[in-house]
């Protein structure tokens, strides 16, 4: 099979953005997680006591979705719900520290992936490469959460 002809700067940049994506992938997979419960997992550590609702937006699916989503990882000892102390009705979500620990470390391997996609680069073509993209993204419509 013929190697991928990338022709155009965009094609190069698709193809950073895979490898940094396969490398976060297979991060996940390792430990036997989804995308989706990985990202909920690092959001309920970030905002501990979110509630479904809030969850549901952030990962812009349904509360149905979400919450079959945190029954997987319920079962697993990943996160717990709470009643909240105002309405019984209203659950409270949080990362167990079980939780916790199989997510923590994300931050770093993504670093760390960087550090491999780079390594190429002297540090004055590193700050150059970001300071044309910090020009690029610069006009470019933000990302919504």
Partial sequence: MKEPDFTTSLELLRWIGWAQRKAGEDWIRER????????????????????????????????????????????????????????????????????VELISGFDTAMAGTEEVILAPLSPEERATLHDLLTKITSVMPRPTR
């Fill in 32 to 99: 036997d997680l989804s995308h989706e419960q990985s990202f909920v997992l690092g959001y309920l550590t970030q905002n501990p006591g979110a509630i479904q609702r809030d969850i549901a937006a952030m990962t812009r699916t349904s509360a149905a979705s979400v919450s079959s989503l945190l029954q997987g990882l319920e079962r697993r000892g990943l996160v717990e719900r709470r009643a909240d102390g105002e309405s019984a009705r209203i659950k409270r979500v949080y990362a167990t520290r079980a939780g």
